[in-house]
């Protein structure tokens, strides 16, 4: 990242942004690893105590339950980046621009859109497997198909 995009994160955001890079590296991993190992090494020298066994229950679950929080913040903003990247696909493209807002849609609608878009590719499918079409040949094509049938009887 530029410096200039750097002096416009919180301290939280630069710290978050940091973790969340870092916890994923690989010399992190093999830290993490050999902390387990030392841990289990010193099993003996503490004869397996209660307190040896909270020591590493402790501060797994402290480590683990503040990641989730980071991790959820990470695929939230991570979300949110790839949505608008797609958004400005759509707009740029000559595709329709209905679905802008899609992920505002209660889980619902979302399933009452994905049964419309379903049936239309069944309706394109039954023109052609190898075009790409959009919503409106789809629904050309259906009306089309519809004129057709209504003239045959």
Request: proline letters at 1%; a negative charge; charged letters at 25%.
């Amino acid at each position: 990242m530029d410096t200039e995009s750097d002096d416009k994160l919180s301290g939280f955001e630069k710290v978050s942004n940091t973790i969340t890079t870092y916890s994923g590296s690989s010399p992190v991993f093999i830290i993490a690893v050999g902390l387990i190992v030392f841990w289990g090494i010193t099993g003996p020298i503490f004869h397996y105590s209660n307190t040896w066994l909270l020591i590493v229950n402790t501060g797994t679950s402290i480590i683990t339950f503040l990641m989730v929080f980071l991790i959820q913040k990470s695929q939230n903003k991570e979300s949110i980046a790839v949505q608008l990247k797609l958004n400005e696909l759509i707009a740029a493209s000559s595709a329709s621009n209905r679905l802008l807002n899609i992920q505002d849609l209660s889980e619902e609608e979302l399933k009452k859109l994905y049964e419309h878009y379903k049936t239309l590719v069944e309706l394109t499918h039954a023109e052609s497997n190898t075009e790409s079409h959009s919503v409106e040949d789809a629904i050309e094509a259906a009306e089309e198909m519809i004129r057709e049938d209504l003239e045959e009887e």
